[in-house]
């Protein structure tokens, strides 16, 4: 009887301690399943944010030309639209990158000419940049200045 006892009482710890290792391994494999399906939601997430690059750096060229054709003709009209596109630009996460007078930098700038200015420091914007949300999408091309 006690061979019994001692047996049962053997069979239960066994039991026990193989419940808490499946226990365990659920929780793992809950944890891994919750981690994996939070990622994929970020990476949908990136993926739709971004879908719109391409669009919207040909669009950009067009803004491109506006603002030139604005330059030349000071019209009233023109300049209502340009400021309604870059609105509408902003709210699809659109953002200029600010250059002139400011410090150069080659990760949101390509340098084209240097002239004499201030060293290493934006003379002038040549083309302007943009972020979409926090990454680059064209950067600025810019004149620095050389310190003469």
């Known amino acids: 009887m006690v061979k019994k006892i001692q047996s049962s009482k053997k069979e239960i710890e066994n039991l026990n301690f193989q419940v808490n290792e499946l226990e365990g391994n659920y929780r793992r494999a809950l944890a891994d399943y919750r981690n994996q399906e939070r990622r994929f939601k970020e990476t949908q997430s990136q993926i739709v944010k971004f879908a719109n690059a391409t669009l919207l750096e040909k669009i950009i060229l067009n803004l491109d030309s ?48 240097v002239v004499p200015g201030k060293k290493n420091h934006v003379v002038s914007t040549l083309i302007k940049g943009y972020y979409l949300f926090d990454k680059i999408l064209r950067p600025a091309k810019v004149k620095v200045g050389s310190g003469k």
């Open 66 to 113: 506006l603002e030139m054709a604005q330059n030349h003709l000071k019209d009233a009209g023109l300049e209502i639209v340009i400021k309604q596109f870059l609105e509408t630009l902003k709210n699809e996460g659109l953002q200029l990158i600010e250059s002139d007078g400011k410090q150069f930098d080659p990760l949101t700038m390509d340098c084209i000419e």
